[in-house]
């Protein structure tokens, strides 16, 4: 953030507390002065939007925690209390099992607009590596709050990925054996799950906060990648960004309780509603939906340790990022080639999310039976993953860094306010 | 054991192996329930006849832990009258309450007892336990019906059409003994098919027998007892079970989305009006 404090205590008691601790004026600099670049689109109100999702899931998850009992005998029945007996308490559920899914919308939403106009490169690499930390225990908070309910889905979802560990040599044992309590999914296993789903909402609460501070050092990126140099390239971000904000989180509202009130179970599994019974595996286990891509790339791989590995390096890849990218140009406005690339990357990861919900061996176009590559008929589901992976990989590894170097980007406006002043309206 | 098994199936996955080679079972019949779409509600002489359904034939074999007396005179239930806000005072909740014979203790002697049921009370479960179900049941513990409608995918459609789906056998498939045919229960027939690989027939093999059959019910409001009316009640009162809120989320989803919606104008009437004088 550039430029001086002007913040001005309105009244004696402001200012004595502004001597003593500013918390005025942080919130004055931060939420009101501080400047926004004025041509921000909508693809920018996701942060606010996210926001709003945490603490949605807070509230609610604090709620429900007063009314729900973590014990293997019990959990699958309190959630049911929850969704007859306590007052609202269907509302409350159905919040916050659709909520955690509008999380990861807005999620996706924000990191791929990250993406599109470059907002990880210098000078906002710990910008982007805190907003993967976040992502990450959004990731543990979701799996683990999907054991909870103790339901078929929540038991075989939490053995299979929870063996995945296992398959590490030398720690593996160890980190199953310490995750379990124990030697298998069992009581000690929900217990403790229970209690990190209440403790991370908070640590990712803490890391939004330094996403934040991170962010109001280096200012906002904007559509044309181009950092502010005068006034003219900024507002203040109220009213103006808090205005746009609101619009968006209205709207993004109307969807969420499209949801919560006419397709609660639309997102969720139909196992989940049979109590969790250790000895009849479900015939087809299956991730939530925010989690299909990564079990296409798990599954792609016919070793499991591979497997593993590749499904939590498709994670890592995300944070190198900043360092993959070559290019001088932010924003893919300017990046037709990346733009194209961009947008085969967007389809690959829906393919690999289509990939993660079917059976590995079953076929993409039905009736077509092909030739049988090394393990499969190449007209299978494992093999559309496979090249879907491939892309995903290459996708970071080579044609960010190759692209940065080879591509012959479009020319960039001198500032902001250049091709917004001049007219020049683009998305 | 289970760690050993459940990392085999793991391992399966990895390695896609071998093809569960399913044959599909029919897609459920749509069936045009009262409570469908965004206004929609529970027909109450619908879940009467389901819950006669469930009670004369249902509930030989499988229990409803979830749900008490009290909730069939909830608001949305099957026997809600108005005049009784609170169930446990509704008559005929009452009634129905004390025709069944719930296990309790004697708070004299600690001695188990029998008494009739109150409001309160839980649907009895038809075994004591699982093995008392088991033994009675082919070694198939017949499922808690609590949920069952939101726990099968295809919801009350597949229970209605699973309870029509005793179909006879096509020539060339023997159905094991214990068993029967079902074209509507998802399954893999293959291993009794004698027939064209290509062609296995829909559907599979289901512990139980053909519950239903024409006139088994008989209705008190006169509706015909068809097999597909006792079908499609009984299937009603189960979506009505698992899901009996549903008709007060449907009411307040209503005035939620009026309320965001002209919020929305609203915010964005707000939003021209602070841009105005500014391009962007």
Not at chain 1, 57 to 82: D, K, N, R, W
Request: glycine fraction near 8%; hydrophobic fraction near 45%.
């Amino acid at each position: 953030m550039s430029g001086h404090s002007t913040y001005q205590p309105s009244n004696g008691f402001a200012r004595w507390l502004d001597a003593r601790l500013p918390v005025g004026r942080l919130v004055w600099d931060s939420f009101v002065d501080y400047p926004t670049p004025r041509n921000l689109n909508y693809w920018w109100t996701f942060g606010g939007i996210l926001s709003l999702c945490l603490g949605v899931q807070i509230v609610t998850g604090i709620v429900l925690a007063m009314h729900y009992t973590p014990s293997a005998a019990a959990a699958f029945t309190s959630v049911e209390h929850i969704m007859r007996d306590v007052n609202y308490g269907w509302l409350l559920r159905y919040m916050h099992s659709n909520g955690g899914s509008m999380f990861f919308i807005a999620v996706y939403i924000h990191m791929l607009r990250g993406v599109y106009y470059g907002s990880y490169k210098a000078p906002r690499e710990v910008l982007w590596i805190l907003g993967c930390v976040i992502y990450g225990l959004m990731m543990a908070t979701a799996f683990m709050g999907y054991v909870l309910p103790w339901g078929q889905m929540s038991f075989h979802g939490a053995v299979v990925i929870t063996n995945l560990l296992g398959a590490f040599p030398v720690v593996g044992e160890a980190i199953t054996t310490l995750l379990w309590g124990g030697f298998a999914v069992d009581e000690p296993t929900l217990k403790r799950f229970f209690s990190l789903h209440y403790l991370l909402p908070f640590m990712i609460a803490g890391v939004v906060i330094l996403h934040v501070w991170a962010l109001h050092v280096v200012g906002q990126n904007n559509p044309t990648g181009i950092e502010p140099r005068s006034k003219a390239d900024t507002l203040p971000f109220t009213p103006y960004a808090t205005v746009k904000d609101g619009f968006a989180m209205s709207l993004f509202l109307i969807l969420f309780a499209v949801f919560i009130f006419y397709m609660p179970n639309a997102l969720g599994h139909p196992d989940n509603y049979v109590r969790a019974d250790p000895l009849v595996t479900p015939q087809h286990i299956v991730p939530e939906w925010y989690f299909l891509p990564f079990y296409a790339i798990l599954r792609a791989v016919p070793d499991k340790l591979m497997g593993v590995l590749a499904m939590f390096g498709s994670i890592a890849v995300i944070f190198a990022l900043p360092w993959l990218d070559t290019s001088k140009v932010k924003s893919m406005r300017y990046r037709p080639q990346a733009k194209l690339y961009f947008f085969i990357f967007l389809v690959v990861c829906v393919i690999l999310g289509f990939c993660g919900a079917k059976l590995p061996d079953d076929q993409v176009i039905p009736g077509l039976t092909t030739i049988k590559v090394f393990d499969s008929d190449l007209n299978s589901f494992v093999w559309l993953s496979r090249f879907s992976t491939l892309y995903y990989f290459a996708y970071f590894l080579l044609v960010m860094p190759l692209l940065g170097l080879f591509e012959k980007p479009l020319p960039t406006p001198e500032t902001i306010s250049s091709p917004v002043l001049g007219g020049d309206k683009k998305d | 054991m289970l760690r050993k098994v459940t990392l085999l199936a793991a391992a399966l996955f990895l390695v896609g192996g071998p093809a569960l080679a399913s044959s599909k079972a029919h897609a459920p019949r749509e069936v045009a329930f009262s409570f469908e779409g965004p206004f929609g509600h529970f027909d109450a002489a619908q879940l009467q006849r389901g819950y006669k359904v469930y009670r004369e034939v249902c509930s030989a074999c499988h229990s409803m832990d979830l749900l008490a007396f009290r909730n069939l005179g909830d608001k949305g239930g099957p026997f809600f009258d108005p005049k009784y806000p609170n169930a446990n005072d509704n008559p005929v909740v009452k009634a129905l309450a004390a025709e069944a014979q719930i296990n309790d203790i004697d708070g004299e002697t600690g001695d188990a007892m029998k008494r009739p049921g109150i409001p309160a009370d839980r649907f009895p479960a038809p075994f004591a336990n699982a093995a008392a179900a088991k033994a009675g049941n082919n070694g198939i513990v017949p499922p808690d019906l609590s949920l069952i409608a939101k726990a099968r995918a295809g919801g009350p459609e597949y229970v209605a059409s699973l309870l029509q789906g005793y179909v006879a056998a096509p020539a060339g498939l023997t159905v094991p003994a214990g068993l029967n045919y079902n074209a509507w229960f998802p399954g893999d027939v293959s291993a009794g098919w004698t027939g064209d690989h290509g062609h296995v027939p829909p559907g599979g093999f289901i512990a139980m027998a053909q519950p239903l059959t024409a006139g088994q019910v008989s209705f008190d409001d006169g509706t015909k007892s068809t097999l597909r009316q006792q079908a499609e009640d009984v299937a009603a009162f189960l979506m009505w079970a698992a899901e009996p809120k549903m008709e007060e989320r449907k009411q307040m989803g209503f005035s939620v989305l009026i309320f965001l919606i002209l919020f929305s104008g609203l915010t964005y009437a707000s939003y021209r009006r602070v841009w105005r004088n500014e391009s962007h």
